[in-house]
């Protein structure tokens, strides 16, 4: 067989996992507010609004499947007020209603990267300075010094969590002027050469698919300030080993290696490349919901996907408070589907081929007007 034979063989079982997806996430749509529900068991219940990582993430599902081309004005106006609402124009930041939201540093970190994201891609802009050029960002951003003593300080016994509240805090590297980031780029690189582990090329302390999610976690930080990720051959090595030998329970734990994969742009044999497809095809069967779209985790939907990368590693201490966004139940979720198309595109791109439209025959936009 024709390996480009196999390999379409292999993701046509991808593609038709996707069918009735885009009617779930038309259901996800909020008319009112211009935003999307986590989940369906949000829609209903008045303790849940539309947040700002859903929304973004359905954005980037529209995005994704070139439907971003033919959003009617209305939706894409409204969209942009979802995200505009949500910043304070005092202090830059963007909060969802949830209070308990500010509580966590992640979610802070990325919302503004979500909401300035977002409105990006909508062509539009956020309507006041961000926290760092309004003076409201945090102390430890006023030298290189202060900023790795706040990354030492970091408890990386779960590397997910570690390494995500290291990557989120580059934002505010991002958001300097290029002459002043210079010094904090190679303190930050230095500190993270430090403590890689020269074995296995992760970073942190957890199982393997924690210290990968960890590792997938800091390769924002490389790729975005386009610095190569150190030892890749040693993390694609611990990726096929982890994908080989552990089970995925979490929809982060298909996710995150391929995206690794795709950015590492390491040389896979076709037998490696088979195993990796197939692998990821199993894992994302056992996710796939009957409302169309896919869940985080096995056994359920998580109502607060900020406390989800946790439970899954060791006790992380200062733990936030859950921000609960659903009812928890066996359904699919925005976090999880907006993975699972993340994924499929990046498995075509692995295989060197292009991905077809899985919206082809689906009036989107009808259903949410």
Known sequence: MNNNHMFIELLSEVDFLFED?????????????GGFYYAKSSVSDVRFKPDIESTAQALNILIRNELLKDMPAVIQNKMI?????????QTGYFYDE???????????HRAISYSAGALRKLNSKPLYPLPFQANSAPDYVKSPEAYMEKWESI?????????????NSCFYMLDMPETDREPYITKATQYLEKIQDPVTGLWGQGSLYVKISGTFKLHTFYSKLNIQMPNTDKIYKSILHCLRTEEAVDMCYIRNPINLLSYMNVQISIDEL????????QNMKRLKR????????????PSAPNIAQIKHGKYYPNMPPPVHLSQGL???????????????????????LKAPRLNEQFPFYSYIS
């Open 330 to 352: 066996l359904e699919g979720d925005m976090n999880a589907s907006t993975q699972a198309v993340l994924i499929r595109l990046q498995l075509y791109q692995l295989c060197q």
């Open 155 to 167: 408890d990386m016994s779960n590397s997910w969590r570690g390494c995500d509240l290291l990557a």
């Open 98 to 108: 949830n209070e308990d939201m500010k509580k966590d540093e992640v979610m802070v």
């Open 274 to 281: 088979r195993d990796i497809i197939e692998i990821s095809v």
């Open 81 to 89: 007020h979802f995200f505009q609402s949500k910043q304070i124009q």
């Open 21 to 33: 997806f885009f009617l779930w996430l038309a259901g996800q749509y909020d008319a009112e507010s």
């Open 290 to 301: 009957k409302d169309g779209a896919f869940s985080r985790e096995l056994e359920r939907s």
